[in-house]
């Protein structure tokens, strides 16, 4: 028994021992990733109800790996956060983002996510003022992602910064609406242009009253708050009708159209 207990026991450091190199791969692959050019946005359509334009694309971000081929945000966006270098990715998207957006012969906006450990640095504003500055790009058509996290954290600081970036004319989307925390206190906090409710509200929607339930309130509320309010993981063209219903007036998901390199980006619907 105690050969066994050991035996697991190596195995698990194993694994963990694995799992740390295979971290470290990542960390030091990222670092190259920046400078390598690795790093792509996708840009993904929103539109409205008439689905006759496209208002705006959010900027999603690819790797593509010399070796390991593409690899989504959700692998290397937590150890970009963890390691700081989050810092320097968010300002390539935001720069690079600025600067395809203006190429667009539309008056599209674009939206970037922002994450909550960018709010750390004191840089942030004078990132966002350059990016805005060296594309030529209007502030009002930028618009900033961030999640209900950014008012949790330093809220006072947070807020100011959201502040500044209002002042500087960008647009400011509080996304993934009703997970976490989610209360609806946040939007006394500060004047959002537009709430994203979270796709796992639109795909639980057709089976769960709860999810309907959640959409109606966030719907109603917006209402009364005049907030845009966008529906994102649309996949179906039930859930599109349904959620128009609802009083959705911004629509994003595989329906309309999958995220796309800049050179393929969906130009009409
Ligand atoms: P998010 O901001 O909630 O972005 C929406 C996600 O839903 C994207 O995943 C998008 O590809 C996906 N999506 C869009 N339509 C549909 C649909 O109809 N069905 C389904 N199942 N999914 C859909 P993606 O591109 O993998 O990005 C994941 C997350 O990574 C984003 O979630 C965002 O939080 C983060 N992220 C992406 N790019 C950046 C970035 O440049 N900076 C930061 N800080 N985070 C980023
Ligand atoms: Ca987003
Ligand atoms: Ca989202
Ligand atoms: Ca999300």
């Not at 109800?49 to 999603?60: D, F, M, Q």
């Not at 983002?97 to 709010?119: D, H, M, Y």
Request: with cysteine; aromatic share 8%; proline share 4%.
């Amino acid at each position: 028994a105690k050969r066994n207990g050991r035996n697991r026991f190596e195995y698990f450091t194993a694994a963990m021992d694995e799992m740390a190199r295979m971290r470290r791969t990542i960390e030091n692959d990222l670092r190259d990733a920046i400078s390598g050019r690795q790093l792509r946005l996708y840009y993904q359509p929103i539109t409205d109800g008439e689905l006759k334009t496209i208002l705006g694309y959010e900027a999603l971000m690819r790797w593509h790996h010399p070796q390991r081929g593409i690899i989504l945000p959700g692998d290397f966006i937590p150890i970009a956060e963890e390691t700081g270098l989050i810092h320097s990715l968010g300002a390539y998207a935001l720069y690079e983002a600025c600067r395809e957006a203006k190429s667009w012969t539309g008056e599209q906006t674009v939206s970037v996510n922002l994450s909550p450990i960018q709010f750390k640095n004191s840089g942030l504003i004078s990132i966002v003022e350059g990016a805005l500055q060296e594309s030529g790009l209007p502030p009002s058509r930028l618009e900033v992602e961030i999640t209900e996290s950014v008012l949790l954290d330093d809220t006072l600081g947070n807020i100011r910064t959201l502040q500044s970036l209002k002042a500087l004319g960008v647009l400011i989307a509080l996304d993934d609406f009703g997970t976490g925390y989610s209360s609806l206190s946040y939007l006394r906090s500060f004047p959002f242009d537009k709430i994203k409710i979270d796709k796992s509200f639109i795909n639980d929607m057709a089976d769960s009253r709860e999810a309907l339930a959640i959409i109606r309130a966030i719907t109603g509320m917006s209402r009364s708050l005049d907030i845009q309010i966008t529906a994102e993981g649309v996949e179906s063209a039930e859930q599109f009708a349904k959620l128009r219903e609802e009083g959705c007036t911004l629509f994003q998901g595989y329906l309309f159209g999958r995220p796309q390199p800049a050179e393929t980006r969906l130009t009409s619907l």
